[in-house]
């Protein structure tokens, strides 16, 4: 089945990196995102990797995955004040045309 | 092209009556889906559209829930009967044939 979790709440200080991570059970996925959602508003695409890879970088955003134990991690270097928001990590499976969503890491950063 | 936009942005409508909301997608993408995004969650899948054709519907769009994309481009997605539980953000996004999905800013329903 497709199910992914998140933790729900991040804390840091401003400069600090920021780490927040996922679990998926669905091993067919071949893509794995992260999108950030501001208050109101809808889903930036932030990055997305495939699951043949093993890292992606991308500015301050490096994604992580270890797929052999389904766990997806973003790291934000040098979080700003304007990264403060929620953060969801999405899976693509094979044999279905939708993204299915975590609950979201709700991150904030104080100065 | 800005991206995807969706109108209305917020609709508070009485329990009972229908409502109908619109998407339009990038230009160039010929993928289109809606999705519902509830407080507190993470957004669920309702249905995808290649061109005009909807192609997979899921299992939360009840036969209260209409989608449509008549020549490919906008889609309107129609909700009869309101209930108070259908209170939530419906989410538009679009794409190519890539894995990147773009998403509108969301119309947020209120039944009361």
């Known amino acids: 089945g497709e199910d992914v979790e998140q933790s729900l709440f991040l804390s840091v200080r401003e400069g600090d990196s920021s780490v927040i991570n996922c679990t998926y059970t669905?091993?067919?996925?071949?893509?794995l995102y992260w999108y950030k959602q501001e208050p109101g508003a809808g889903l930036q695409l932030l990055t997305y990797i495939f699951s043949n890879m093993d890292m992606k970088q991308d500015q301050r955003l490096t994604v992580l995955l270890n797929k052999k134990d389904k766990h997806l991690s973003l790291r934000i270097a040098d979080t700003q004040t304007g990264d403060s928001a929620i953060y969801f990590c999405a899976e693509w499976g094979t044999g279905f045309q939708k993204l299915v969503f975590g609950t979201g890491t709700r991150l904030l950063v104080s100065p | 092209d800005t991206g995807v936009s969706q109108d209305p942005r917020h609709k508070i409508t009485k329990r009972g009556q229908n409502v109908t909301f619109r998407c339009d997608p990038i230009s160039e993408h010929n993928r289109l889906y809606w999705y519902r995004q509830t407080l507190g969650q993470g957004p669920e899948f309702l249905t995808y559209f290649q061109n005009e054709a909807q192609l997979e519907k899921s299992r939360l769009l009840s036969d209260r829930f209409s989608a449509e994309r008549p020549k490919g481009s906008f889609s309107t997605l129609e909700i009869q009967r309101t209930e108070q539980g259908d209170s939530a953000m419906y989410l538009c996004?679009?794409?190519?044939?890539?894995?990147?999905?773009?998403f509108g800013p969301g119309t947020r329903l209120t039944v009361t």
């Open positions: 669905d091993s067919s996925s071949t893509y």
């Open positions: 996004a679009s794409s190519t044939d890539s894995q990147e999905q773009y």
